[in-house]
T-cell receptor, first 109, second 114 residues
Framework: GQNIDQPTEMTATEGAIVQINCTYQ??????LFWYQQHAGEAPTFLSY????GLEEKGRFSSFLSRSKGYSYLLLKELQMKDSASYLC??????????FGAGTTVTVRA | ETGVTQTPRHLVMGMTNKKSLKCEQH?????MYWYKQSAKKPLELMFV???????ENNSVPSRFSPECPNSSHLFLHLHTLQPEDSALYLC?????????????FGPGTRLTVT
């Protein structure tokens, strides 16, 4: 079966940095996605890693280590609008994504 | 309309009702998906259609019946549901070509079964 773990909740202060970890054990691996989902809204794409290393995109960065089955999403200069759920998902087939349960990030003033 | 749209946004139905959820994508994608999202649980993939052909059925009970009449439209027909089927049902689409695997999600239908 697929096993994708991420913390349930994290809280941080506006302007700070938060790192959301994701570990996975899946039957196949063809890449890892991070999605952001605000309450009551659709998940929206943040990043996609298929090779080891760090991908930076503005205030958000994502890291992948395939040998360790590990990824993290780094959110810098946190803003109130970053309060949301962050979903880690592994592409383990041509079409199929297996998701973690999501990490709810609360940003406090 | 842009992106992926879903109707209705909210649905309350009794266990003996029959209803359908509709999804439409305006992105020219060739694959469409149904997911179930329950509180504090991972998104569960239900069905995948690629070029209108069903390529995945994740052991979903037969009270959920998908239909994909063309590559832009996807339906989920519901009948004799159970209260535990109450959840957010998300539709997504993607263009399945090398190097591009991002799925675009619709806003979901919040389903309550009474």
């Amino acid at each position: 079966g697929q096993n994708i773990d991420q913390p349930t909740e994290m809280t941080a202060t506006e302007g700070a940095i938060v790192q959301i970890n994701c570990t996975y054990q899946t039957s196949g691996f063809n890449g890892l996605f991070w999605y952001q989902q605000h309450a009551g809204e659709a998940p929206t794409f943040l990043s996609y890693n298929v090779l080891d290393g760090l991908e930076e995109k503005g205030r958000f960065s994502s890291f992948l280590s395939r040998s360790k089955g590990y990824s993290y999403l780094l959110l810098k200069e946190l803003q109130m609008k970053d309060s949301a759920s962050y979903l880690c998902a592994v592409r383990d087939g041509d079409y199929k994504l297996s998701f973690g349960a999501g990490t709810t990030v609360t940003v406090r003033a | 309309e842009t992106g992926v749209t879903q109707t209705p946004r909210h649905l309350v139905m009794g266990m003996t009702n029959k209803k359908s959820l509709k999804c439409e994508q305006h992105l020219g994608h060739n694959a469409m998906y149904w997911y179930k999202q329950s509180a504090k649980k991972p998104l569960e993939l239900m069905f995948v259609y690629n070029f209108k052909e069903q390529t995945e059925n994740n052991s979903v009970p037969s009270r959920f019946s998908p239909e994909c009449p063309n590559s832009s439209h996807l339906f989920l027909h519901l009948h004799t549901l159970q209260p535990e089927d109450s959840a957010l049902y998300l539709c997504a689409s993607s263009q399945v070509i090398a190097g591009s695997y991002e799925q675009y999600f619709g806003p979901g239908t919040r389903l309550t079964v009474t």
